[in-house]
């Protein structure tokens, strides 16, 4: 019941931090608070609205939560690499794992996408 509230929370912080990465914190400025929270909320009802079925939900988080977990955030910590370890094969072959993964990804949402069209045309 409260898992909402705690995952609403993290991700209005984080978009925050991504749309307006040199700004003051956002419990500090109630305009910019506001704008953010009517924005998700209304996003998240109209989601909740138009999309059919919550499995059709569950396809395109899971393949993209698959994909961020398995090949992205990997590659994209051997790239920030603060204290220099990983050399210059390991970098070229984390931004070669970051291509493949984000083109399979594009795959995979296409096709979890024609999926559901296809299904409705057939209906």
């Known amino acids: 019941m409260l898992v909402f509230p705690i995952v609403f929370f993290a991700l209005?912080?984080?978009?925050?931090?991504?749309?307006?990465?040199?700004?003051?914190?956002?419990?500090?400025?109630?305009?910019r608070f506001t704008i953010i929270t009517?924005?998700?909320?209304?996003?998240?009802?109209?989601?909740?609205?138009?999309?059919?079925?919550?499995w059709d939900a569950f396809?395109?988080?899971?393949?993209?939560a698959a994909v961020l977990i398995g090949f992205i955030f990997p590659a994209m910590i051997i790239l920030r690499d603060p204290y220099g370890v990983s050399t210059k094969r390991d970098k070229v072959l984390?931004?070669?794992m970051i291509v493949l993964a984000v083109v399979s990804n594009c795959v995979a949402l296409y096709s979890d996408a024609f999926n559901i069209f296809y299904r409705k045309q057939e209906a």
């Open 12 to 31: 209005r912080l984080n978009l925050d931090g991504l749309l307006f990465p040199t700004a003051r914190h956002i419990s500090g400025d109630n305009k």
């Open 38 to 54: 009517i924005s998700l909320i209304a996003v998240i009802y109209l989601a909740a609205i138009f999309i059919p079925s919550i």
């Open 59 to 64: 396809q395109f988080t899971g393949a993209t």
């Open 94 to 96: 984390a931004v070669t």
